[in-house]
């Protein structure tokens, strides 16, 4: 690409780029009346793959244009917006494309070794789209080394793959060039999604005055893959008969709306379901299964908040993936069962039953303990998990000794890289966000 380093300072005299690009004008009209009467399957083929890398060319020289028109304010003269706007209006393009076509040439500006390949026709505009979506996509905190590496290797396989192909290997690109802080990465994302999946969970239901009662809800992944799979207990064929009960489902508080919390508690509710309650599915209670090394049940979290660190990340029989703070913490409830691998894969342990307390030992804790003994909190017992002080993970007996109430929030809370748990002398626990 030529060099921006000099400017052209000659006034009443055409710019050489307006004259190159009226000769191009002249040149395609020119084509455009050449008949094509005779040409035969080779020289058509060579004359379409020629056109498709002239129009390559042509988006970059656009490209390159549109940023210089955004410099230099062009529209401002006018009083439109900015040049995209203007460029909307002039050439009546959607100013959806002329977005689009800014934000193309913006990122075109930073990754300039694309931006030569789609100069010199070697990646098409589609390509170039994929590939400079990706990157973007990439953590900013990346080191610059790693990033010209993930450039380079996307350009490399431009070579033999499309757009569609180029996406999908572009949302794999931070394992290819960097697989620890691939796995860093993908921890905090998915921490960070799941906080947001509980903060926004909810659920509605209506009555619709003709005997049924209808609704919708939006829960954690984690918790309908526990949902789908007591569902498909309970629908298939030749079951017992189906369990009853019933309690009302709303935590204490009322800082959230209605719906809000009714989500929350049906988390709750799905979290706290027996698995002996369920009709048993392929010889076995419902269950899910969750898989991580036996270094991750056992680590500590991390001293940082937010710190996630590689092999953060486990992940569910569903396919699914949950963080591995979310996965201890859903350990210590019924209806997921830890599947802890050595090494080489193998199956260490698939979930002691023994983990879990028993219902007399809950009934003695709910007398015991009466509500959620997080410093603070007054959930009544009916609401809240049995915890383990010491995780059952690391040796700690599933005894009374050992166990505490805490409501839902703050058993996600104690299970919570970003918090540190201190116990207080009167038992209670008290919650402190690492810094």
């Not at 802890?340 to 303990?369: E, N």
């Amino acid at each position: 690409m030529t060099s921006e380093a000099t400017t052209w300072s000659a006034p009443g005299e055409q710019h050489p780029v307006a004259r190159v690009l009226a000769r191009l004008d002249t040149a395609v009209g020119e084509a455009l009346e050449v008949p094509l009467l005779g040409l035969d399957e080779a020289r058509a083929a060579e004359a379409l793959a020629a056109v498709t890398a002239v129009e390559s060319r042509l988006v970059a020289l656009r490209a390159r244009l549109t940023s210089q028109a955004e410099a230099v304010g062009v529209g401002a003269g006018t009083g439109t917006r900015d040049a995209g706007a203007w460029l909307a209006h002039r050439s009546r393009l959607s100013s959806a494309e002329a977005r689009r076509r800014s934000r193309f040439a913006q990122r075109l500006v930073r990754w300039q070794a694309v931006a030569a390949a789609l100069a010199e026709g070697e990646v098409n505009a589609e390509q170039a789209q994929a590939i400079t979506t990706a990157l973007d996509d990439l953590p900013d905190s990346l080191d610059p080394v790693l990033l010209d590496r993930a450039e380079t290797h996307l350009l490399a396989e431009a070579r033999d793959f499309g757009p569609r192909e180029l996406r999908v290997l572009g949302e794999r690109l931070l394992h290819v060039v960097s697989p620890e802080a691939a796995d860093a990465h993908d921890a905090r994302v998915l921490s960070a999604q799941e906080r947001d999946a509980w903060e926004r969970a909810d659920l509605w239901m209506s009555d619709d005055g003709h005997g049924a009662t209808w609704g919708r809800f939006r829960i954690p992944t984690a918790s309908a893959a526990v949902l789908r799979t007591a569902l498909h207990a309970l629908a298939a064929p030749a079951r017992g008969a189906d369990p009853e009960g019933s309690a009302d489902p709303s935590p204490p508080g009322r800082s959230r709306p209605y719906r809000f919390r009714m989500g929350q508690a049906f988390c709750e509710l799905l979290d706290r379901i027996p698995v002996d309650a369920l009709p048993d599915t392929g010889g076995a209670n419902a269950t899910i299964v969750v898989s991580m090394t036996l270094d991750q049940l056992r680590a500590e979290p991390r001293e940082r908040a937010g710190d996630h660190g590689a092999g953060a990340v486990a992940s569910l029989d569903t396919g699914d993936r949950l963080s591995v703070a979310d996965a201890r913490r859903r350990a210590c409830e019924a209806g997921l069962v830890p599947a802890v691998l050595g090494g080489a894969g193998q199956v260490l342990d698939l979930g002691r039953r023994r983990r879990l307390f028993t219902r007399s030992q809950r009934l003695v804790l709910q007398r015991r303990d009466r509500e959620c003994t997080a410093d603070g909190c007054d959930a009544p017992a009916g609401f809240c998990h049995a915890h383990h002080d010491e995780p059952w993970s690391r040796g700690g007996p599933t005894d009374l000794a050992n166990a505490r109430l805490l409501c839902g929030h703050h058993h996600r809370r104690i299970h919570d890289p970003a918090y540190r748990a201190e116990i207080t002398p009167d038992n209670q626990v008290r919650f402190h966000r690492r810094t």
